[in-house]
């Protein structure tokens, strides 16, 4: 348990103080210019109560949270003090990103860490049923076949990567997510193209899925592009500003995006 507050006392005397207890407030240490502790439950503890009746509070006396630098509570200094710090994942700008739309991010996030029941997932946990992938009628329902090795997904990421001036788009899941790393990680036009389409992409792939499994009316092919190149173009139409060179003229046109939008 990290200590978060502490009381500074005639300017020089420090005491820290620690509760176990969530949502514990500044106010039940001091309460009414009186101490307020909660039964001590260490001998640590014992030893500093013993001795408050010691201690009187003085006019300059106050509260301070430890966890801030002001000495006042700021709820994101003090979650990077409580979070558990691991090593950055690469793929994160991939997901999270200034244009990101916030539903696609969500599944592209679950998606990229496996975590979407597909056929392959239910599987595992026993399901008897049919698994098939429901645009083919093929292959197990796996992540990696239902968002690339699919042909049906194929199509529509060669349609949507081509307007993003890639013509060589891997279908297995690693090699490109690998390849978005290395490449679709930057605030170039082409970058955040990419990075909206492979969210856009995952997103109504796994939305027509649904569709199929439970209602049986999903987008026709031409509906699903269609859905896909409106929800990209209208997330980077009015957005920053991005250079007039001959590339970003290539997009801006075959987006048809507006001519404000380069510099
Ligand atoms: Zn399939």
Known sequence: MKDLRKC??????????WQRKCGAKLSSVILNGEWHWRPARSDALVEIQARLPEIRFAPYDKPVWTASR???????????????KKEEIAWWKLVWFSYAIPKHAF?????????LVTGERLLKWGFQ???????????????????????FSYRIWKFCMARCGVDNVPVIWDEFLHKGIQERMNKSL???????????????????????M??????TEEQLLKKIIWEV???????????RTRENLDLASLWNLHADLLL
């Not at 006392?9 to 820290?16: A, D, E, F, S, W």
């Not at 509570?73 to 979070?83: A, G, K, P, Q, Y």
């Not at 599944?107 to 975590?115: E, F, M, N």
């Open 129 to 151: 049923g049919d698994i098939k992938c429901l645009f083919c009628h093929n292959q197990v329902e796996s992540r990696g076949h239902l968002f690339f090795e699919c042909s």
């Open 8 to 17: 500074n006392l005639n300017r020089n005397r420090t005491i820290t103080s």
């Open 233 to 243: 173009r209208s997330r980077i139409a009015g957005k920053g500003k991005f250079p």
């Open 70 to 84: 002001k000495g006042i509570f700021v709820s994101s200094e003090t979650w990077e003090l409580l979070r558990e």
């Open 214 to 219: 439970h209602s049986g009316q999903p987008n």
């Open 190 to 212: 082409k970058g955040f193209l990419c990075r909206l389409v492979l969210g856009s992409v995952i997103y109504n792939l796994w939305c027509t899925r649904n569709e199929l």
């Open 107 to 115: 599944i592209l996030w679950l998606a990229i860490q496996d975590r």
